[in-house]
């Protein structure tokens, strides 16, 4: 029987690690607001609950946590606005330049955040931590990170999983079910020339991948840090992916078991609106529609054609239009009030909020999802037009091609959304599905964070997919032995009958002769 004190002791060596909180280094360095919000989310969290969180972003921290250590990598704010000043564009580059556009601007990046002041400072530090946060998103080269502070690391992927991580968390997507990131298929699931296209599209997505984007992050973590490893040596380590993926949009596909969709937990608890937003949004008796291109484009970049279509059409109708724009616009009709800055997601659940005017952001198409909100989507560029299209799959949104765009067919894509109750309908329909689960998502995210630092990586859901080659993974190295074993067999049956049962028939006629 334990005595009182050997109790106490015990009690005491199980329950102060829990309660003295975790070392935990988040990474989200990228310079969009949207994938800063990501991190931000994620990282207050963790401090409400104890951790000690050491957070390397380009953002300046305004309001500081006494478990916070903000390392800042602000320089990289402006090259990197140069680099991406032509966003507009994109999409007029075909589907190979895109890539290599993306994949160069990932290596830029990144060089930028290894080679900033403060990382290096970090790097060189004597600090500790339990776990590396990163994430994933054009950035191969930060598993630096987990390697020098000999921890385990996550991922954050802003996104479904894709050929742009696959191959980093080892998860097979059959590319005969899964279609390409950047397919924009109308059907589900894809019919013949859908998956001869995907074919395609996959082969180049690997090549890009596999002969650009790894080689390029080489490169970088080799000139940020000259005694860096092989970039191939630690790449392959993740021990856990949360990515953001819900059936709510996204079409359902293979995950393995470290792989966990949390799409919603950067979604926080609605606040009052500014009184004079509140007031428009309270008066609009006949409805709202919010229009919002996000935090990366702006509506004053607009050309004047595309401003004049948007005004002609919102002066026909009855509802009030909230449109984000960044400067004055005196000719604007009566019913459009605009805001430098809007908070989206409030405005979005106000129960007058009749329809969302959207570029087809990620985070904002989230929104809308769990508003219950119908979209009218002018997507730009890079996955926007896929959130679109997930969207109008769905029911609950319409797709309108901005280099194509006219009044009449804006017109009528606008009233459709507000006069058809079917896309209100489906939208409440989604967004049932997106908050029908059994823990709150970012519960849900930090639980899993907690458990891979409390299993020591938990080395138990690790995919056997990143111990294959991917010839393997697809049983070429098996369909080559079957075949080369066939090949023999029929090539011995060959030369049995020409040597051997052949002969034997020409002699057996001459005999019978």
Sequence with gaps: MLSLPSFCIGLLVFVVPLLAGYRILVVFPCITHSHYSLGLRLLNELADRGHDVTFISSFPQKNRHKNITHVSVEEIREPSKVFLSNLFGLNELSFHKQLDFISEYGKFATLQTLQSRNVQDLMKSNVTFDLVLLEQFLNEAMAIFAYRFKCPEILLIPGPTSFFNNH??????????????????????????DRLYNVYLELVSQYV??????????????????DAPDLETILYNTSLSLVL?????????PLQQNIKPIAGYHLPSHKPLPADIQAIMDNSKDGVVIFSLGSNLNSSQLNPQLRKIFLNVFSKIKQTVLWKFET??????ENVKIANWLPQFDALAHPNTAAFISHGGLLGTLEAIHSGVPVLGLPVYWDQQRNVRLLARRGMAIELDRYNLNERNFENALKEILNNP?????????????????VKAIDEAVFWIEYVIRHQGAPH???PFLDFKWYQIYLLDIVMFVGVIAILLLVSLALLLKYLVLPMKVSNKIKTK
Excluded: C, H
């Design 168 to 193: 980093l968390i080892g998860n097979f997507a059959p590319i005969s079910i899964v279609p390409n990131y950047f397919s924009n298929y109308d059907n589900y699931p894809m019919n013949f020339w």
């Design 209 to 226: 991948v596999n002969f650009s984007t790894i080689p390029g992050q080489n490169k970088a973590l080799k000139q940020a840090f000259p």
């Design 245 to 253: 993926s819900d059936l709510a949009l996204d079409d359902p596909m």
């Design 328 to 333: 004055d616009l005196p000719e604007k009709p």
């Design 422 to 438: 079917r896309y209100s309908l489906n939208a409440k329909k989604s967004s049932r599905i997106l908050q029908d689960r059994p």
């Design 461 to 463: 859901l690790r995919s």
